[in-house]
């Protein structure tokens, strides 16, 4: 099971931006779709956007789409989320996830096999 660290929150003004890393080890991610999750308090855990195996197929939530940017580097056991024009609304903790080849774009909690401890992220308005 590949085990994954988050890392790069913090607060931010609205309209900010802000680099979020997923560090992966145990295996390579290579074969793996990684996904970012975002939760707020009291707030079911809301799909944020995900990356398929390859890299060249990327996918986000609506609340996300033209905002945030998902990308990966196998090679380093990487992904980034590149979060630009933040809104106070997208304050939450932020998890990567993992999920074996096999799904298409998963998007539910449920399609993910392994999870990070989470990264705080605050936006203030």
């Known amino acids: 099971q590949v085990q994954l660290v988050e890392s790069g929150g913090g607060l931010v003004q609205a309209g900010g931006s802000l680099r979020l890393s997923c560090v992966a080890s145990?295996?390579?991610?290579?074969?793996?779709?990684i996904g970012w999750f975002r939760q707020a308090p009291g707030q079911d855990r809301e799909f944020v956007a995900g990356t398929m195996w390859g890299g060249g197929t990327t996918y986000y939530g609506d609340s996300v789409k033209g905002r945030f940017t998902i990308s990966r580097d196998n090679a380093k056991n990487t992904v980034l989320l590149q979060m630009n024009s933040l809104k106070p609304e997208d304050t939450a903790v932020y998890y990567c996830?993992?999920?074996?080849?096999?799904?298409?774009?998963?998007?539910?909690?449920?399609?993910?096999?392994?999870w990070g401890q989470g990264t705080q992220v605050t936006v203030s308005s």
């Open positions: 145990g295996r390579s991610i290579s074969r793996c779709i």
């Open positions: 996830a993992a999920a074996n080849v096999g799904r298409f774009m998963p998007r539910r909690v449920g399609d993910f096999d392994s």
